[in-house]
């Protein structure tokens, strides 16, 4: 083993290799701060050589490891592995190439998702997934937990917007895959790739899709007396055949803190706020714009509120997109869930959460993209209470129950990380989840690439709801 | 997140560090704005990555001088306060913190005399004007000198304005409308007189009386920043004695000792009752002179001979962050006739001046000096504003390698109408 | 016992499918029964298979905007229902006039020229159910909207011509069809003139439904939207291309690459590009004198071929391009560039331990 990191100083300096404690300790955990885990050692990557002899090693010594950019991830994704070593690719953070006439642009995996469109501006483009932590997080995660945001309903996913890969397989070789086309001629591997949750290595360059920015713009926001009422109004809009860019709910106690980060002039007497945007060429978002007000004025909405400038309409964002953050300051305490049900079951499954909430005795304050039924229920808990994360996780593991039951999904963009491991087995049968690990174990025979994400497996034994996590049993994660 | 800190243990002077650190979910979006961060690339060097190490250290599991260089490396800009949905008090952490592990720290000789040498000098106008003769006799050997003397050298303007003496009471024109006190500042004081000689200017022809207290000093808060508390509060205490009660406002024209003068109340927390109460009653009365300005009203000088201008405007941190003041000084700007607002890109960013951080950490503060220069650069102005002496300082000095380089002025001398020929 | 006519085994349920492939050695399955490619490879061990058995509608709810089908059912049959609720399959599924099936539509990869508005078939497939190497039944993808659970298999599917599996049922994403449209071509008079015309408006703030070019220099533009609209909207699309756009012909492209049918010769080659590479790929297609038709925005180009494949493979190699084989005896053969090769193998391993499908690349 030792030898495994002489080797590793000499591929990388000690001003990109840390393995004190000072500058290995912020590395123990993500966006979900539940988890933690201190990785052997941190490695900071300047090409693409560096990174794939370190895979090589990797795979000759039988180290795990897990690649990093913002570490941004609300499932736990980049949590360092027991024994194993963070690939921080931060400073692979180079627009390589954009170009305007094709529509795409090539990046580096460290390029942060809101930098692409800023680069894109000036010829009139952008990259359309916006998660929300768009500002700070890096394509190469979009890339590996096929983020979403708040428009995928129109526009898709991460997935929906690469088209090319070169990247660095487990073992160290490198791949091309996919091409610089919206098309593919054979198989989607990129698709493949694209969401796999670095399961399958690391991307090292990425050819994406820029879209045209929209001539215009209608944002609407309205306020409700009710989750239900607000639920029903995305039903009417469905129903009426217009397609909006996004529809996006906020519940009372979201708003609460949203309002409180940013000031965004949400209603803050309301039980929930829905926001609709359109987008498109501005005769057509007219016209759109008129059947949905129409549409609009039927739905008992009691207020309806359209942006009047740009500035505005980017508050109202601004104040959605800090909604998880923002939620800190109601408790600093909280787990977000990603669950998706049936556009149909939203309605539902508010009125069950509400109920699960109380009879666990938790706040739960809901954000969610309406348009994809993707729910996002905050769960707020006391972590100083002996039994606070526990009853959290439980009253998360009867959400996630309740989106499956509904006939959605356990995930819609957050990925599952280490933090749903334990409901994949819910999601998919036995023979499903044996289909992925010949998958994975077809491209990483030694299981090192991101190792105890998404599947469960030999280190990672699923199937306890209850008590510890199975990975703790494990004796892979511990927490705080 | 969750901490196992004990409030007994920090005592009551340290034990309010435990609130930000708690309130810091580590959602990241503080990262893009940390100058250090989007220079560096990584988590220690970003406000949630130093947040997670001084909570591991006043949990006890690190050792402070661990992470020291990591604590050391933060410019203070407090950008991470703006970018912060979870509404975590940074400036309110990291102020103390340094304090704390400036107590268990030990230093080098060499580093113990830089900092003692730049605690005694910025902070006295008639040391520091001795100093910069000194120093620009230095100047050739700068680059042979250990890294930070050498900055502090090449840093130092190698010619002073004239020393300016000031009345103690400047009365107002016309109407009197308010009555304030004016902070001169110590190296503002000696490297640009005519900043406070403008403040004073547009405040009297405004119907504000200035009173300039004599026995002022150094606010303090270039010590504060770096840890060095006793010094900060001798200086504020002195203040305290030196301000007199009977006015509306305690004007500052430099946005570091503004906002160091409104962290008062944590920098004297613990402390006993009395002292404590007048620092919150000091604080209280802080404000920026743009701030100022735009709340009681603010008439343009009336110069219509003025050719048009194109104004940058940079947002110093210790005003935009610190103070979250960014739409009085351009409201202010915009009413005064030719000037043309343009706003750069990465507003948020700091020069990297940050106090006397240009001076400890050279290189990180000239690569973002640089960058600085370039944001502003590129919108093509004719003349750059900001708050702040030491952004005016670091970005004179790292705009002067620029193709065409301009003017550096404080938003006050454009409200006194400065123009390129006068 | 599945049904057998004409050496096809005709599975009415996923269970007897499963017990198909245990049993076989070899199995091919055949999307479009009626045509059936000659019997000349090693055939006696090939097991045929059809589902046109499979061809149920399993689930629709217009207001979740998905719907879940059986790779049997045809894709005519699956627009007809979707209509009934103003709806569609928006990646545009070409070649009506085949009757083709949903899994042979996915299998092959195929998208049609309105897929320029929202995305091609990787794009709108949510999920798919499909019998592997080793007869396991393989659920993948949701049937919702967003899902980010597990391996995304049901992109991965698309184009692997039956390698990977047998796919049994798949749910797709689906969107309201527009009020009114409108289809216009504008005739630039040379091909460059209309290139850099197609390209532009590519980057423009159009949305348009189609986007078309022929070699000669015509766009073929369809549009649609809110009926208040649509008069606008032309008007300035004619007043930013500087010429009016005219009503297409009935028979606006040549047959064999009008996507409404498979050439009765030659091989139809869909071939993966972008719109800065069309005037390279025209230039070395223009001495076969192949008709060619550039579609979704300039990333398709659709050429129908009669020289030997060979020759092809060479031109895109040269430009670093892909194609794949849509129709004719060569079909599902990749042409160009094949640096995907090594990994799609290793995949296909995971999928088809015995090598019972096809292989996909040789």
């Not at chain 1, 998880?324 to 539902?348: C, E, M, N, T, W």
């Not at chain 2, 640009?192 to 303090?220: D, F, M, W, Y």
């Not at chain 2, 001046?353 to 919108?379: F, Q, W």
Request: aromatic share 6%.
């Amino acid at each position: 083993m030792s030898d495994f990191y002489s080797k590793l100083r000499s591929i990388f300096p000690p001003d990109r290799l840390y393995e004190d404690a000072a500058r290995v300790t912020p590395y123990v955990s993500d966006g979900l701060t539940v988890f933690r885990e201190e990785p052997k050692a941190v490695v900071m990557p300047i090409s693409n050589e560096e990174v794939a002899d370190t895979l090589k090693l990797c795979h000759e010594f039988e180290i795990p490891f897990v690649a990093r950019g913002s570490g941004t991830s609300l499932s736990g994704g980049s949590l360092p592995i027991r024994d194993g070593i963070v690939i921080s690719l931060n400073r692979l953070n180079q627009i390589l190439d954009l170009d305007p006439d094709n529509r795409t642009a090539r990046v580096q995996p460290g390029v942060i998702n809101s930098e692409i469109s800023a680069a894109a501006a000036d010829h009139g483009l952008y990259f359309a997934p916006d998660p929300s932590s768009q500002t700070v997080c890096t394509i190469g995660g979009n890339l590996a937990f096929n983020s979403g945001g708040a428009h995928c309903l129109k526009y898709g996913m991460t997935s929906n917007h690469i088209l090319g890969l070169t990247v660095a397989l487990p073992d160290g070789t490198v791949a091309e895959l996919g091409n610089d086309s919206l098309e593919n001629a054979g198989p989607d591997c990129v698709g493949l790739f694209v969401g796999s949750e670095g399961l399958l290595g690391i991307a090292l360059e990425i050819q994406v899709r820029l879209m045209p920015v929209p001539e215009s713009f209608q944002t609407i926001l309205a306020s409700y007396d009710s989750l239900e009422a607000a639920g029903d109004a995305v039903a009417a809009v469905v129903a009426s055949g217009i397609l909006p860019g996004a529809m996006e709910i906020m519940d009372r106690l979201a708003i609460e803190a949203a309002e409180a980060a940013v000031s965004a002039g949400y209603p803050e007497d309301a039980e929930a706020c829905l926001i609709v945007e359109l987008d498109g060429e501005t005769a057509a978002v007219d016209a759109d714009f008129q059947a949905l007000s129409t549409t609009m004025e039927q739905t008992g909405a009691k207020e309806v509120r359209v942006a009047q400038s740009t500035e505005e309409r980017l508050l109202i964002w601004k104040g959605r997109k800090s909604a998880f953050s923002a939620v800190g300051r109601l408790s600093p305490d909280y787990i977000v869930q990603d669950g998706v049900v049936p556009r149909s079951k939203l309605g539902q499954a508010l009125k069950d959460i509400s109920r699960f909430s109380s009879e666990a005795g938790l706040r739960v304050a809901n954000v969610f993209h309406a348009g994809d039924g993707n729910l996002h229920p905050l769960i707020l808990f006391d972590a100083t209470e002996a039994d606070g994360l526990e009853k959290a996780e439980a009253l998360a593991g009867r959400i996630l129950r309740l989106c499956l039951e509904l006939g959605g999904s356990i995930t819609g963009e957050h990925g599952v990380g280490v933090e749903k491991l334990e409901y994949m087995p819910d999601m998919f049968s036995p023979t499903d989840l044996d289909a992925f690990n010949r998958i994975r174990r077809a491209i990483d025979p030694k299981e090192i690439s991101n190792r105890g994400k998404m599947l469960p497996s030999k280190e990672a034994p699923a199937l306890s709801s209850q008590g510890p996590h199975p990975l703790e049993k494990a004796g892979v994660i511990s927490r705080m | 997140m969750i901490s196992q800190i004990s409030k007994d243990k920090l005592g009551p002077k340290y034990a309010s560090m435990k609130e930000p650190i708690e309130a810091c979910v580590h959602c990241g979006f503080c990262l893009p704005t940390c100058p250090t961060y989007s220079t560096m690339g990584d988590e220690m060097n970003s406000p949630r990555g130093r947040i997670f190490l001084m909570k591991e250290t006043l949990e006890g599991k690190i050792d402070p001088s661990e992470i020291d260089p990591f604590i050391d490396n933060c410019l203070g800009c407090l950008a991470c306060v703006t970018s912060c949905p979870s509404g975590v008090e940074y400036g309110e952490l990291i102020s103390p913190y340094r304090s704390w592990s400036e107590e268990q720290r030990k230093r080098g000789t060499l580093e113990k005399l830089q900092r003692f040498a730049l605690l005694k000098t910025i902070p006295c106008p008639d040391r520091f004007r001795a100093a910069s003769k000194i120093a620009s006799v230095f100047k050739p050997v700068a680059p042979y000198l250990p890294k930070s003397f050498g900055a502090m050298i090449e840093l130092a303007p190698s010619q002073l304005p004239e020393k300016q003496e000031f009345d103690p009471i400047y009365p107002a024109n016309g109407t009197r409308r308010g009555r304030v006190a004016l902070l001169i500042g110590c190296a503002q004081q000696a490297l640009a007189p005519k900043i406070n000689q403008a403040a004073i200017n547009v405040l009297t022809r405004n119907g504000i009386e200035v009173v300039v207290p004599e026995s002022q000093g150094c606010c303090g808060s270039l010590a504060m920043h770096i840890g060095a508390s006793k010094e900060a509060q001798a200086a504020a205490k002195k203040n305290f004695e030196a301000f007199p009660d009977d006015v509306d406002a305690i004007i500052s024209t430099a946005a570091g000792c503004g906002s160091g003068m409104k962290e008062y109340g944590t920098l004297f927390a613990g402390a006993d009752e009395e002292i404590a109460d007048q620092a919150k009653a000091y604080s209280a009365k802080v404000q920026d002179v743009c701030a100022y300005l735009d709340a009681v009203g603010f008439a343009p000088p009336e110069n219509s001979e003025a050719p048009p201008i194109k104004v940058a405007y940079h947002d110093a941190c210790h005003l935009a962050h610190a103070q979250k003041i960014r739409s009085a000084p351009r409201k202010l700007l915009q009413s005064v006739p030719g000037i043309e607002l343009l706003e750069p890109a990465e507003w948020e960013i700091c020069c990297g001046s940050a106090g006397s951080y240009n001076i400890e950490h050279p290189d990180t503060a000239k690569e973002l000096g640089k960058r600085k220069v370039k944001n502003l650069m590129a919108t093509n102005p004719d003349v750059i504003a900001t708050g702040n002496i030491g952004c005016l300082t670091q970005i004179e000095f790292h705009s002067k390698d620029s193709e065409k380089p301009v003017p550096v002025v404080h938003t006050v001398e454009l409200l006194d109408g400065w123009s390129p020929g006068r | 016992m599945a049904e057998q006519t004409q050496n096809m085994l005709k599975p009415s349920s996923i269970d007897e499918l499963q017990s198909i492939v245990r049993d076989a050695s070899k199995v091919i399955v055949q999307g479009r029964e009626e045509r059936l490619a000659s019997p000349s490879q090693k055939e006696i061990l090939l097991t045929r298979v059809s589902l046109s058995k499979l061809n149920r509608i399993l689930e629709y709810q217009p207001d979740e905007y998905t719907i879940t089908v059986e790779a049997g059912a045809k894709v005519n049959d699956v627009a007809d229902a979707l209509s009934e609720h103003g709806q569609y399959l928006p990646f545009n599924p070409p070649f009506a006039d085949e009757n083709l099936s949903i899994g042979s539509i996915i299998a092959r990869g195929l998208s049609g020229p309105a897929a320029c508005r929202y995305g091609i078939l990787r794009d709108f497939i949510l999920g798919v159910t499909l019998v592997d190497g080793l007869g396991e039944r393989i659920r993948t993808g949701g049937k919702v909207v967003k899902n980010a659970a597990g391996f995304d298999i049901p992109k991965l599917i698309c184009g692997t011509w039956g390698s990977l599996g047998t796919m049994t049922e798949a749910t797709f994403k689906v969107f309201p069809i527009a009020p009114e449209y409108r289809t216009l071509v504008f005739k630039f008079s040379t091909f460059e003139a209309g290139h850099s015309a197609y390209v532009a408006l590519g980057r423009s703030k159009f949305t348009l439904d189609v986007l078309d070019l022929n070699p000669d220099g015509h766009l073929f533009i369809k549009l649609g939207g809110q009926p208040g609209s649509m008069d606008n909207r032309v008007f300035t699309l004619e007043n930013e291309l500087g010429l009016s756009g005219e009503e297409p012909d009935e028979a606006f492209w040549d047959a064999t690459i009008a996507l409404c049918r498979f050439p009765e010769a030659g091989a139809l080659v869909k071939v993966a590009t972008s719109p800065k590479n069309i005037p390279a790929l025209d230039i070395a297609l223009r001495p076969k004198g192949q008709s060619r038709r550039y579609s979704i925005n300039g990333y398709v180009a659709w050429v129908h071929w009669h020289s030997p494949l060979d020759e092809l493979h060479n031109i895109l190699e040269n430009l670093g391009l892909t194609g794949q084989v849509v129709s004719g005896p060569e079909a599902s053969s990749i042409v160009g560039n094949q640096s995907q090769n090594a990994f799609f193998n290793k995949i296909k391993s995971a999928f088809d331990p015995e090598s019972k499908f096809p292989d996909l690349y040789s």
